[in-house]
Structure formats: C-alpha cells, structure tokens
C-alpha cells in the first residue's frame, strides 16, 4: 500500500518570503498523480497543485510550484511571496492509477503560519 | 464553491446512536469518496461509489455503511456511535478517470457524547 509522509508538522515563514513543505511518498508504481491540498481555518478542502508523475516538468500555479523528485519519491510544495491568507493545514496526497479507484492517500499534514 | 454539498455540518449526538450523512456530489460527477479527518488518525480514505456500485473500500468499520443512489446523491450511516467515531466528514465527487480532479464537500462535524 502506498504512504505519504510529511515529516513537518507546523511551518512558519514571514510574509512575502518563500517556504518550501516537504513530502516524500512510498509506491512500487510507475504512473500516479500527486497533490497538495489546502485545509484553512474554514476546514474546506482545497486543491493547490496536482503533478503527473509521467511529466518530468515541475507543475506551477501562480505563487506554488512543486520540486518532484520521481527517483527520490519525493514532492515540495514552494510557496513564494506568502500571503497572510496561505496560513493553513497543508496535505500532500497520492492517487494510484490502478486498481479502478481514484482514493487519495493522505499525510498527516503541515500546519503553516504566515507571520506579518 | 466546489459544487459538492453536504448536510448536516453540524450533528452531535450520544453513544449507541445511529447518524445519516448526505452528500450531493458536483453535476455530472459520478464517483463519490467518503474520507474520515481525525486528530490521531488524519484523513482517511473509507469508501468510494461510482454511478451507484461500490469500487473500493478503505478504513471503513462494519458499523458504518454507505450507498449511492440513482440521482447519485450518497449517504453515510454510522451506527452503535462510539466516543471515538468524533470527526469531521468529508464527501468528495469526480468524473471518470483518474485524470479528473477530486473536489471536497466542506464536511460534517460529528461530536459523540
């Protein structure tokens, strides 16, 4: 079974500067997707960022880009130019692309604060 | 607005109850996943339902049960409610294909007293 591991449980960063949230993942697989989702105060879950393992090229959306390591099983999440609003739980997820099911599989999280 | 709702968002009840949850996933959305977020155990796959048949279960207790009805709405029941079943549960819906992007309900708080 695959697992997701985020090995830091609360970030911080100061506003306007980068951050970078670490997430490495187990697979015996070749193709599969990878997220990171963003759980604010509000507890909705939000998509940021999704990479295709089979694309070599790093995903970017505005202010988030991943470093995808696929050798390394590993998947950052790089926030630039934070913002008080990106204060959040942060989720890396798996999502096989066998067995006829599109689950995500979950780390623990990371819980990011912005300080202004 | 991700398109998916849930009712309730709030329920509590006591030990030994049984809870409903409902879910109308996005329009056109066949697939539905329920997940379980907790403070020990995180977010937990428990069940997925595609155009009303089971395709894959996970984490889930054989006190809880879910379906997915012809109007592709689902529901969540949990039974004999222990202290332990807290948590916050989400509903999630996609299209077909594992290329299709997973979008959450805002969930249902359950507090057991």
């Known amino acids: 079974a695959q697992t997701v591991t985020q090995s830091q449980p609360e970030m911080s960063v100061q506003e306007a500067e980068t951050v970078t949230l670490s997430c490495t993942y187990d697979t015996s697989e070749s193709d599969y997707y990878l997220f990171w989702y963003k759980q604010p105060p509000s507890r909705q879950m939000i998509l940021v960022i999704r990479?295709?393992?089979?694309?070599?090229q790093n995903a970017t959306e505005n202010r988030f880009s991943v470093n995808f390591q696929k050798a390394a099983k590993s998947f950052s999440l790089k926030i630039s130019d934070s913002q008080l609003g990106d204060a959040a739980m942060y989720f890396c997820?798996?999502?096989?692309?066998?067995?006829?099911?599109?689950?995500?599989?979950f780390g623990k999280g990371t819980k990011l604060t912005v300080n202004p | 607005d991700s398109g998916v709702t849930q009712t309730p968002k709030h329920l509590i009840t006591a030990t030994g109850q049984r809870v409903t949850l409902r879910c109308s996933p996005r329009?056109?959305?066949?697939?539905v996943y329920w997940y379980q977020q907790s403070l020990d155990q995180g977010l937990q796959f428990l069940i997925q339902?595609?155009?009303?048949?089971?395709?894959a279960k996970g984490n889930i207790l054989e006190r809880f049960s879910a379906q997915q009805f012809p109007d592709l709405h689902s529901e969540l029941n949990l039974s004999s409610l222990e202290l332990g079943d807290s948590a916050l549960y989400f509903c999630a819906s996609s299209g077909t294909g594992a290329n299709e992007k997973l979008f959450f309900g805002s969930g249902t708080q359950l507090s057991v007293l």
């Open positions: 339902y595609y155009n009303g048949e089971e395709r």
């Open positions: 990479q295709e393992a089979y694309k070599q």
């Open positions: 329009s056109g959305d066949l697939s």
């Open positions: 997820a798996y999502r096989s692309l066998q067995g006829g099911s599109e689950k995500l599989v």
